[in-house]
């Protein structure tokens, strides 16, 4: 089954770097998407990227994929406090597996 | 436009009882997926309910069951509560059918603690 698994779990920033956390999964996939989640709380989406696609941004936000390798990045660019959180890739196979399988997330904390 | 609603957001049970918690998704939204998370096994996939119908379901035993109403509202229901069956329960709502492309839209969850 399809599983994203980040890489690595724990990062710790000054406000005002990049962060960058990588995800990857082992079959097929249509979509990955990478989810936020700020303290147990519910998920918000960030950004989905289809397996035709290499990279997509958004906001500050930078995704990559790469479907030879089967893994994919996410890039924070110029952190602020706020993106304190836990951070999801989640995979969508194609029809017949429709289910999102996510990761078990990577902890950023952005120290002011 | 309202979002996800989840009810009841914390709930205490003893073991051996059972429980239902509900899921109101965004208006319009026909697809909701049920996800259990916890410290030690992350986010896992519980099922997805489309126009009233189990597309989805993950690997969970038969205790955990669900539904969805005409009104794409859906509960899910734990029978004979287990000690790790403590968890959040989130679920998410989407136009489509999940991982069809369709952003998942969560809500804030409900906190299940078994004690």
């Known amino acids: 089954s399809q599983q994203g698994e980040e890489d690595p779990q724990a990062l710790s920033i000054q406000e005002g770097e990049n962060a960058t956390m990588n995800c990857s999964y082992k079959?097929?996939?249509?979509?990955l998407q990478w989810y936020r989640q700020n303290s147990g709380r519910g998920l918000v989406h960030l950004i989905l990227i289809r397996s035709n696609e290499r990279e997509k941004h958004s906001g500050r936000l930078r995704v990559t994929l790469d479907t030879s390798k089967k893994s994919s990045s996410l890039l924070i660019t110029a952190s602020r406090a706020a993106d304190t959180a836990s951070y999801f890739c989640a995979t969508a196979g194609y029809y017949g597996n429709n289910r999102l399988a996510f990761g078990k997330g990577n902890q950023v904390v952005v120290i002011p | 436009k309202a979002g996800v609603t989840q009810t009841p957001r914390y709930l205490i049970k003893t073991r051996g009882q059972q429980v239902t918690l509900s899921c109101s998704p965004i208006?319009?939204?026909?697809?909701v997926s049920w996800y259990q998370q916890t410290p030690g096994q992350g986010l896992q996939f519980l099922f997805e309910?489309?126009?009233?119908?189990?597309?989805n379901k993950g690997n969970f035993p038969g205790r955990f069951s669900g539904r969805q109403f005409s009104n794409s509202r859906s509960e899910m229901n734990v029978s004979t509560l287990e000690l790790g069956d403590s968890a959040l329960y989130l679920c998410?709502?989407?136009?489509?059918?999940?991982?069809?492309?369709?952003?998942?839209?969560f809500g804030p969850g409900t906190r299940l603690t078994v004690l």
């Open positions: 208006s319009g939204h026909r697809s």
């Open positions: 309910y489309f126009s009233e119908t189990q597309r």
């Open positions: 079959t097929s996939i249509n979509n």
């Open positions: 998410a709502s989407s136009l489509a059918v999940a991982g069809d492309g369709d952003t998942q839209y």
